[in-house]
């Protein structure tokens, strides 16, 4: 067995043994997140991702902090764009919306706790025959629901975990915007990158074909060679479309990130963002998984269904309120000139016997909702174990690609200027030349293709490893 199998094998099991453990104290009538967070931590620490790989990567992972990773690109425009990203997007502002919306409505739910009710006054005037009477009267009504059995609390507790779940909705968003920001920008620029060598190549064959008519027209060279070079022009001008679109794709993409129109975005080349040292360097790698918002709002999601659930379990139980009201009443007149007081208590408990079978069905309903959601969340978690895996495995493929890009890149470079000097001593035929030239034009695509490849890879490792950059972030923008 290989040592990435026994990895794998030790990750799996690690991940079952936790996540039963899990399953037992979800059972509990409230979850307790911060021993569920606790059991994560522990489940991250043991699964052992992030050191493992460490050694892969010579030492790439760091004690840096990840903090605003995206600045170590040194780009002004890249900065300005997440700012923007993150001050004008429509779809994170529509979050940040909803979560007031679920504070307000947590507010909102904590208040049942207090008494309800208010002030009535009223005037009345009847008749009856030759008989008229009037009345007028004002009092204060309260109703109190008492919480002997915690209906109430279960059902503030599913609401105080709705809005968490939405804060880290909020969270998650924030991770996306940066991490698409950054892709589209490095993307474009290295679409802007891959435009000038096929415009570079173009110019190249175009001079080769003046150069062979002239061959042509004098007898020196065939129509041979001369149609291959124009062969070889045409299939690189049927690319320039192709950028063209990538390009605009990508000034698109970046426009609706940051709340604007594709016309009204306007960047400067910045292909030296390509060559730009930039590493990855994470302080704590396996908190940088344990804090995933994807984790915590599957937390939530199943804190919020349990508390439904024990909600639903207490509708079973008899309700228990004291209402009372206190006041004045005026007989005979509409002016409160001659008034009695007047109030009274009662206490009242109301049992739901014959609503029975209908409560307990939605009892049943919201654990079965409650399952699925743990469920959902145990999914969660193994996924972003995996993901962070795969994101670390990727980068350290396309750092080796892009190492043998560069290198093939030079080889092909070496033989061209090689068969160059062949061909001018008369050694090789020109279409031996055109093939070199078009090695050396292939290879130097592939290069800036790993290049962007290996950059790409780079902002996917920080999309993973989020947890601690996202909690800076979102504590930034309060």
């Not at 349990?306 to 909600?311: A, C, I, K, R, Y």
Request: net charge negative; charged share 20%.
């Amino acid at each position: 067995m290989t040592k990435l199998e026994q990895k794998r094998l030790k990750t799996s099991l690690t991940a079952s043994a936790v996540l039963v453990v899990a399953l037992v104290s979800g059972c509990a009538s409230k979850i307790d997140t911060i021993s569920e967070q606790n059991l994560i931590n522990e489940l991250v620490a043991k699964a052992n991702i992030a050191s493992e790989l460490g050694e892969e990567l010579d030492g790439k992972l760091s004690d840096a902090d990840e903090t605003n990773w995206w600045q170590k690109l040194d780009s002004s425009q890249l900065n300005q764009l997440v700012t923007e990203a993150l001050a004008n997007n429509h779809d994170l502002q529509t979050s940040q919306l909803i979560l007031k919306s679920a504070l307000a409505r947590l507010g909102e739910q904590e208040a049942q706790y207090l008494p309800q009710g208010g002030v009535k006054i009223g005037a009345q005037r009847r008749g009856l025959g030759d008989t008229n009477s009037r009345q007028s009267s004002a009092n204060v009504a309260l109703n109190w629901q008492l919480d002997l059995f915690g209906r109430i609390t279960a059902l503030v507790d599913a609401a105080n975990a709705s809005a968490m779940s939405q804060a880290e909705k909020v969270r998650l968003l924030q991770i996306e915007l940066v991490s698409s920001v950054v892709k589209g920008f490095v993307s474009y620029q290295g679409n802007v990158e891959k435009q000038h060598i096929l415009t570079m190549q173009i110019a190249a064959l175009m001079q080769s074909i003046d150069v062979l008519q002239a061959r042509v027209d004098e007898g020196v060279a065939n129509d041979l060679d001369l149609n291959r070079t124009m062969a070889q022009l045409k299939q690189q001008q049927a690319l320039m479309p192709v950028i063209e679109y990538a390009k605009y794709r990508d000034l698109s993409t970046l426009a609706v990130l940051t709340g604007r129109l594709a016309q009204n975005v306007t960047l400067t080349n910045e292909q030296a963002i390509l060559q730009h040292e930039f590493s990855v360097s994470l302080s704590e790698p396996n908190d940088a998984i344990a804090l995933r918002p994807d984790i915590s709002r599957a937390l939530y999601d199943f804190s919020q269904a349990n508390s439904l659930g024990v909600s639903a379990s207490k509708a079973l139980l008899p309700d228990i309120s004291l209402a009372s009201f206190a006041g004045v009443v005026s007989i005979g007149s509409n002016g409160f000139s001659d008034t009695q007081q007047q109030w009274q208590v009662a206490p009242q408990l109301q049992w739901s016997l014959l609503s029975y079978p209908a409560l307990l069905a939605q009892r049943d309903a919201q654990q079965f909702l409650s399952k699925a959601a743990y469920s959902d969340y145990q999914q969660v978690v193994l996924n972003a174990l995996s993901e962070s895996e795969l994101s670390l495995q990727l980068l350290v493929n396309q750092a080796q690609q892009k190492h043998f890009a560069d290198q093939r890149y030079r080889f092909a470079n070496k033989a061209f200027l090689q068969a160059e000097a062949m061909y001018q001593e008369g050694q090789i035929p020109y279409l031996a030349l055109l093939d070199a030239r078009q090695g050396v034009l292939i290879a130097q695509e592939n290069a800036v293709d790993s290049t962007i490849s290996s950059l790409l890879a780079k902002v996917n490792a920080y999309q993973s490893f989020n947890g601690q950059w996202s909690y800076a972030l979102s504590n930034t923008n309060k």
